[in-house]
């Protein structure tokens, strides 16, 4: 595992275990909604977005969490190891609610600078809406290959316990 990427819903903890993987297997992370999210909420234009994302790509080791399926394939190229959270849609509401709580009015440190927590209707239905829009292709795109090791995990369950198999495979 030396160019990971991470995806699932909103409030799965992609970014939380992008940085607790990185500290294990020693490896840098890089946050898209850092790369995508200049300050007030706005957003880069795509050629940007897309040669900060090629820049980050084209390094021999990365961790890469978020979702941006625009830019999926460009990751997938380089990628020899994807981590799909896929949990149920109620435990990625939980997530962001308990997030929003957490953060609300201050910038998270995997977003990118002056773009404070916020919750929307329009955020909450993406993330309602997100297993049914993504899961078939997502099934499709991350069939495991011989250069690609696929990880799929339902619940932070699951997730704690990989991550400790993680762990107790480097010591």
């Not at 595992?1 to 991470?6: A, E, L, T, W």
């Not at 250069?147 to 480097?170: A, C, P, Q, S, Y």
């Amino acid at each position: 595992m030396k160019r990971i990427i991470i995806v699932g819903n909103g409030g799965t903890g992609k970014s939380t275990i992008a940085v607790k993987l990185g500290n294990i297997l020693g490896l840098p992370v890089v946050h898209l909604d850092r790369l995508f999210w200049r300050p007030g909420w706005k957003s880069v234009p795509n050629a940007e977005f897309d040669a900060l994302l090629a820049e980050e790509v084209g390094k021999d080791e990365w961790i890469i969490d978020g979702n941006y399926n625009r830019t999926i394939e460009m990751r997938l190229q380089r990628a020899d190891t994807v981590i799909w959270l896929d949990f149920p849609r109620l435990t990625a509401l939980v997530g962001v609610l308990r997030r929003t709580c957490v953060w609300r009015g201050k910038t998270r440190p995997d977003m990118g600078e002056g773009c404070p927590e916020k919750i929307d209707r329009e955020f909450l239905t993406w993330i309602w809406n997100f297993n049914r829009n993504n899961r078939g292709r997502y099934r499709e795109l991350f069939k495991p290959k011989e250069t690609l090791d696929v990880i799929i995990l339902h619940n932070r369950l699951e997730v704690r316990k990989w991550l400790k198999t993680i762990m107790n495979g480097r010591k």
